[in-house]
């Protein structure tokens, strides 16, 4: 099937309860797929045809839908509805930037979407200590600098559902790998390939920006600075660098050592 938002979450889970091997589709991928292999029309018969077609073909190269937890799930939910109301904060005070007459109006309303965003981070919470295991793994990630209770439950919660092999797969699997587009004597730009789960990829890149100015992280930022990389580009190096320290602190239950980082500029 393909990810329809929340609308397949039932039928993915009912089928990998009875046994099936579940594939949840990036619908961009069907789309594509469709169009490399000749479909002119789209109806849900075509659609359910192809969908069949791509499964029998590329099976090999389809990573098997794992099926969360309900705790899983629930945070996955609460952060993504936390960034949804921290963006529509941000929004409302742009919108009433320099408008006279509704200071009052303003502060409430944000103090109101504090408050919620306060009892997102309290559930969350809540549900990170409702597990030990969980509960050290995020104690543990929190000890990377720039890398909070929110970016570290989020990683947590990715790790324990998607067992990835290394730490290129789990940068992959964030979004955060470039895209080569070379062809012959042809060398493009590379851009991120932007794949995956968006807001883990988005709080990757806020505990790089956190990570910027500190004793740890701020010699490699400048490093790539003087390499003539953009400030955008020194940050997505820097959120590449901590998901993979966090895939191998999670993955080899290694301390944070600042040391190994530091080896790493060259």
Aim: hydrophobic residues 40%; positive net charge; proline residues 4%.
């Amino acid at each position: 099937m393909e990810s329809t938002g929340i609308y397949h979450e039932l039928f993915s889970s009912l089928a990998h309860k009875f046994g099936f091997v579940v594939f949840v589709l990036n619908p961009k991928d069907a789309r594509h797929y469709a169009k490399g292999v000749g479909m002119r029309g789209k109806t849900d018969r075509v659609d359910a045809e192809l969908i069949a077609r791509m499964v029998a073909h590329e099976e090999a190269d389809l990573h098997a839908w794992v099926s969360p937890t309900p705790e899983q799930r629930e945070i996955d939910r609460l952060i993504k509805r936390r960034a949804k109301l921290s963006s529509l904060r941000q929004a409302l005070g742009m919108s009433l930037k320099g408008v006279d007459g509704f200071a009052a109006e303003l502060k409430a309303l944000r103090k109101r979407f504090d408050q919620v965003i306060v009892r997102i981070d309290e559930r969350i919470k809540a549900l990170v200590e409702a597990n030990p295991e969980r509960k050290q793994h995020v104690t543990h990630l929190r000890t990377i600098t720039g890398v909070g209770p929110v970016v570290s439950a989020a990683l947590v919660n990715s790790l324990e559902r998607m067992p990835l092999k290394n730490a290129d797969a789990f940068v992959a699997f964030t979004g955060l790998d470039p895209r080569p587009d070379d062809s012959g004597q042809h060398q493009g730009k590379r851009r991120l390939s932007k794949r995956g789960p968006s807001e883990l990829r988005r709080l990757l890149y806020l505990a790089a920006m956190a990570a910027k100015n500190t004793a740890v992280w701020k010699p490699h930022f400048e490093h790539y600075r003087a390499k003539g990389l953009s400030t955008t580009a020194c940050f997505v190096i820097l959120a590449r660098r901590i998901a993979r320290t966090a895939w191998s602190m999670y993955t080899c239950k290694t301390e944070f050592d600042p040391g190994r980082l530091t080896n790493g500029l060259t």
